[in-house]
């Protein structure tokens, strides 16, 4: 009804503004009050103009132009619709007489006869009054409502310093000029293109470049600095949150650009600067049409699918049109919200939320058999590290059994894909976890070798944001004041987002022939102990001084430096820069059957260190750890002792992706 009104309004307005316009010409073209004559001839073509005028807007979309969001980009639409109208009058013009005559109808001759002056005249005066009545609309939208009083004692509105006049930084000045209920007022703008200082964009001036962020920030009485820049590099955004720190200023952030293609956030919606922001790593480029392929009309089942890489592969997948998503997971509680939040989407797929574990082979038997999934995404496991070394048979039971068992199911029942997710702690495992991820990995690569079914693993680093991540420990431990807990100064890990994870995940999933390792491309190892002081200093905190830092030595299970492929592997390139491969290990399938079977038998009964004996029995790289948290002198050798390595020369030595 609302939507009603508002267009019988505009209709309304156009014509009132079509109206006054032919009035005026009449009135220009005769220099004041028109003789009777053409008086009754503007009374008589009037109407007929207003319906042209109004049909011609309606038939090329200037309807569909939204007044309060109007802009210079859809004036050509308003001058083309204008301007048909115009010539399809001064056709009518030529062509009426005649054409009637031939009918045998005669008409009034004055519907012939409208000067040209006038014809001239109304086109500048529509075009004029259209723009402007448009113009106005959005300016009386963008104003701000006047304030409410506010107390003597209430805290005075921040003031902002936007960083970055381009693109982003225009959007965000004019949607923050139009929201009156934002907490802040813009001082200005601060941008290192010199040709732009001294500017003024939507009011407010761009000052200089961002060197001399703390004199502007005190010149203008500023507390806040927001990045404007949506496709900012990590090392600006550290630059400029350094910059910031060292004023004493608070720092926000516009969505990331692919949150504002994605249509998830608009630019005005600001955040903190998150530790994914600073991460010196390229961004992730997919090539889409090759996963569109894939996906697209497939049914797709994703294990763990309540976790945080199962559920963001999820999302993923859901943006490639699958015919049906099944959701896998044994816990009902992240099942329920993740379907929820999936068919919250439009184009949403068919999801089918399921309740089971992998380890129960009926139950999967089951599943497959009822939905047929062409892919399966088999994201499930026990992942962290002590955990897994006080509870061994768990880990054998759900990331070896378990994976073995859906992987067979798989290969029975002709699923065409079959993409294990993997850890870097599977290369010279010194963890269970570590260990119960490379012996799978292993069979699903012998398992290949014998199946119809496209057998892949892809294997990366640590996640940030991920649930018991670090990232989520530290900030837990700075929101209680500290100290932040590090294992050990040199202590380093690969990181990745959720998203650069899922997404190279998918693309890796498009790639191989069957039994590969695809090792996503991680950047450079962060020492834990700078990711800490970049978390508090995140939070508006001193490292150091205000939340102190605490070193609490190496945990069972856990390396120094983590590794991200094995030497016997020779990773190389593939046409994806972010992803390599690694080349299949020759095992025999019968004897890590056998392995896998004296495992799962051998977990029901042993003591924790027998079962970790005999995982090294099977996964040969595998060094473990007594449960009096004994750690092998290698774990904890200085990098600068570790000879350099190259991707194709084979050596019994570990190595690391590097560019």
Wanted: charged share 20%.
């Amino acid at each position: 009804m609302r939507f009603l009104r508002n267009r019988l309004m505009q209709l309304v307005i156009d014509g009132f503004v079509v109206a006054l316009a032919f009035a005026a010409a009449y009135a220009i073209r005769f220099e004041g009050l028109p003789p009777r004559t053409y008086i009754k001839q503007f009374l008589l073509v009037l109407p007929y103009l207003i319906l042209l005028r109004i049909g011609i807007f309606a038939a090329l979309g200037v309807y569909r132009l939204v007044w309060r969001y109007i802009s210079l980009r859809d004036l050509p639409r308003i001058l083309m619709a204008v301007g048909t109208g115009t010539v399809t009058a001064v056709s009518a013009r030529f062509g009426a007489a005649p054409f009637f005559a031939a009918l045998g109808f005669e008409i009034n001759p004055v519907f012939a006869t409208v000067p040209y002056g006038v014809i001239a005249v109304e086109l500048v005066l529509t075009t004029v009054g259209l723009i402007s009545v448009r113009s106005i609309w959005r300016l009386a939208n963008e104003r701000p409502t006047r304030p409410m009083r506010r107390p003597r004692n209430a805290e005075r509105q921040r003031k902002a310093l936007l960083i970055g006049a381009g693109s982003g930084g225009v959007a965000v000045a004019r949607e923050i000029k139009s929201s009156p209920d934002l907490s802040f007022e813009i001082a200005g703008f601060l941008d290192d293109d010199m040709r732009k200082v001294g500017t003024i964009i939507h009011g407010y001036r761009v000052h200089g470049a961002t060197d001399d962020l703390a004199r502007f920030a005190q010149e203008l009485d500023a507390d806040l600095v927001v990045i404007t820049i949506a496709s900012a590099s990590p090392k600006t955004i550290r630059r400029i949150v350094d910059l910031a720190e060292n004023a004493g200023l608070k720092v926000q952030i516009i969505p990331r650009l692919s949150d504002i293609l994605s249509g998830q956030f608009s630019l005005s919606r600001l955040r903190d600067v998150a530790i994914e922001d600073l991460l010196s790593r390229p961004t992730v480029e997919l090539d889409e049409f090759p996963i569109q392929s894939f996906l697209k009309g497939k049914i797709v089942l994703v294990t763990g699918a309540g976790g945080s890489i199962g559920s963001e592969i999820c999302r993923q997948v859901g943006r490639y049109q699958p015919q049906q998503l099944l959701l896998l997971d044994q816990a009902e509680n992240p099942l329920f919200r993740l379907e929820r939040e999936l068919n919250q989407s439009e184009d949403a797929p068919q999801i089918f939320p399921l309740l089971g574990s992998v380890v129960d082979r009926l139950r999967m038997a089951q599943i497959i058999r009822q939905y047929k999934p062409d892919v399966i995404f088999h994201a499930a496991a026990h992942k962290h590290v002590p955990l897994m070394e006080a509870n061994p048979s768990q880990a054998i039971v759900n990331n070896v059994v378990g994976s073995r068992r859906l992987a067979e199911l798989a290969d029975e029942m002709g699923v065409e894909v079959f993409v294990m997710i993997s850890t870097d702690k599977a290369v010279n495992p010194s963890s269970v976890m570590g260990a119960s991820k490379r012996l799978a990995e292993m069979y699903i690569q012998a398992l290949s070798r014998r199946s119809k079914t496209r057998f892949l693993t892809v294997r990366f680093g640590n996640v940030l944001g991920s649930e018991g991540s670090v990232v989520q420990i530290f900030k837990e431990q700075i929101a209680a004041g500290g100290p932040v807990t590090v294992t050990h100064p040199e202590m380093k890990r690969y990181f990745m987002t959720i998203p650069e994870a899922s997404q190279l995940v998918l693309q890796a999933g498009t790639m191989g022939e069957g039994g590969e390792i695809f090792i996503l491309e991680m950047g450079e190892p962060i020492p834990i102990v700078n990711l800490a002081r970049d978390l508090i200093r995140l939070s508006g905190y001193r490292p150091g001084e205000e939340i102190p830092i605490q070193f609490s030595g190496v945990r069972p299970g856990e390396k120094l430096y983590e590794e991200i492929n094995l030497s016997e592997e020779n990773a190389t390139k593939t046409k994806h820069p972010r992803i390599w491969i690694g080349n299949s290990t020759q095992t025999s399938m019968e004897q890590l059957a056998h392995g896998i079977n004296s495992l799962q038998k051998l977990s029901e009964t042993a003591s924790p260190d027998e079962v970790r004996s005999a995982l090294a029995d099977w996964v040969p790289e595998y060094r473990p750890i007594d449960s009096a948290g004994n750690t092998p002198s290698v774990l904890i050798e200085s990098p600068q002792e570790k000879p350099e390595k190259n991707y194709r020369t084979a050596t019994t030595e570990p190595l690391t992706v590097t560019h």
